[in-house]
Structure formats: structure tokens, C-alpha cells
């Protein structure tokens, strides 16, 4: 899929921003088709989100910061400064001026037809938000909580148990076709990691040759259907993502949990 390209999926209209930033952060602008308004998720570069909004004709409302990380909030000042729109996050996260605090199960609008809801999912911090669209084809706005192959590190206020948590309990049951849309573009080299836990995922090699020469601008948009076959993460009963586990970790034995699985693979890529 055309990143650039605006998504209609049940009147709900995607725009992905590539910063081109050595963060490598996505920004997302989500528009109602009917009434223009917009909601922007993590507009660091804000003046790509104002320039985009501007360009398709739409009015941005509202500011969504999916957790208080600084890649993700510093554009929140401009965009609210040049537009007005009031500005949604964790309830418990630590964002100067946050109008809304959110908790599981809110649900989010955008002009007359996008809904969105929210999703508690701790484990990159302990305030972050992912967004989930009431669409005939669902998105999961996932911030830094679900990478293309990958799942999001716990150094800065995060725990990998609370991580797997929601994981476990949110993410792998969601629908296959749900369409990922993450806060950073690691695909690449999350999935050298896939092929260095998992040699022979043949999946992955092919969507890794796909994806080393895209442009970010255009890259492809993943669902959790791909995801489930590339993303090491998600492949905690692998006898081969097992296999080389226990190289390395030899005291989880034959049978390690799915969380085990998931605590020593995210302690890996740590220093990976």
C-alpha cells in the first residue's frame, strides 16, 4: 500500500507521514470523509502534519499522543498552537496541557463516522495507548507498543512482563486483518532479528527482500496476519524460534511458557 495515499476504509480516511528523522517516526493524520476533521496521532514533525491536513482539506481537532515519550509529543505545542485542537493521552501519562485523560474502552470521534477505541497496552511505559477503528477493516494505531516484526523496548519506563501482558491478553487476539500502522519504521532490521531467532522462517526472508529496497515513503502496510508469520514475537510456540532459545538459554528447558519465550527474546534484541 501506498503510504501517501489517503485509506478509505468505512468512511475513515489514513494518513501516514514519514518523518524521515533518524527516530524514523511515523506520524498518522486520521479524517472523517464527510465533515474534514482530523485527529493527529504523535505529529512530531508537525509542520508535515499541518502541510498534509492543508493539502487534503481537512481541519485537525484533535491531538492523540499514544504515550509521553518525547519522539512523540514534541510537535503537540505547534499543532495545537496553529489549529486549536485539544490534546488526548493516558490518563496517567506525564504530557504538559493534556484535556482528555484516557482509559481502556473510551472511544474516540472523528467528525461524524470514525470511531476509534482505546486500548490500555502497558509495557513500552506504563501510560500507553494503543487506537483500534470500529471499520469494516480494523487499524491498530500501535504507537511503540507493536513494530512491523517487532514489539517495543522497556528501557525508558517500561517492563517486558507488562509487555507480554498485552500481548498476550490484547494483541494476539485481534483479527488477522487488522491493519498495523506503528510509531517508528524498524521493519528491516526487525526482521534480520526474526531470521537470527528463527533461520528457517521463509516468510520472513521474502517480505525482508521486499522491504530492503522500499522507499518508507511508500512502504508496505502490514496486518497481524503478517505479522504473526515474520514477528518473532508473536512466534513464542515456534519449535525453531525454541530450538535456538535454549542455545542461549538452556535453563528454560524443552518446553519454556509462551511468557518465558517472550521475556528472553525481548532480553535479546535488547543487546541484539
Known amino acids: 500500500m501506498d503510504g501517501r495515499a489517503t485509506l478509505a476504509s468505512g468512511h475513515m480516511l489514513v494518513e501516514r507521514i514519514w518523518t524521515g528523522n533518524s527516530f524514523r517516526n511515523f506520524n498518522y493524520l486520521i479524517a472523517c470523509e464527510q465533515s474534514g476533521e482530523a485527529l493527529a496521532i504523535d505529529p512530531l514533525d508537525h509542520q508535515k502534519c499541518l502541510a498534509r491536513a492543508k493539502d487534503r482539506g481537512w481541519e485537525i481537532t484533535t491531538v492523540l499522543n499514544t504515550h509521553e515519550h518525547g519522539d512523540h509529543t514534541g510537535g503537540n505545542a505547534a499543532v495545537i498552537g496553529a489549529t486549536g485542537a485539544r490534546l488526548l493521552a493516558h490518563h496517567a501519562a506525564s504530557i504538559p496541557g493534556v484535556d482528555q485523560g484516557l482509559e481502556a ?149 524443552e518446553a519454556p511458557s509462551p511468557e518465558t519465550v517472550f521475556l528472553k527474546l525481548r532480553e535479546l534484541r535488547n543487546s541484539w
Open 105 to 253: 474502552g473510551d472511544v474516540i470521534k472523528v467528525g461524524q463516522s470514525v470511531e476509534l477505541e482505546v486500548l490500555d497496552t502497558p509495557g513500552h511505559t506504563m501510560s500507553h495507548v494503543c487506537l483500534l477503528s470500529h471499520t469494516n477493516t480494523p487499524a491498530l494505531f500501535c504507537g511503540d507498543t507493536l513494530f512491523n516484526a517487532g514489539a517495543g523496548n522497556c528501557h525508558n519506563g517500561g517492563h517486558p512482563k507488562e509487555l507480554y501482558g498485552t500481548f498476550a491478553q490484547q494483541l494476539f487476539k485481534l483479527s488477522d486483518a487488522t491493519l498495523v500502522y506503528p510509531g517508528h519504521d524498524y521493519f528491516a532490521n526487525n526482521l534480520k532479528y526474526t531470521l537470527d531467532r528463527e533461520p528457517d522462517n521463509a516468510r520472513a526472508g521474502e517480505v525482508l527482500r521486499q522491504v530492503e529496497v522500499q522507499d518508507p515513503e511508500s512502504s508496505i502496510v502490514s496486518t497481524l496476519g503478517l505479522e504473526k508469520e515474520v514477528n518473532t514475537f508473536f512466534r513464542l510456540q515456534s519449535p525453531s524460534v525454541i530450538r535456538r532459545l535454549r542455545e542461549r538459554f538452556p535453563e528454560i528447558g
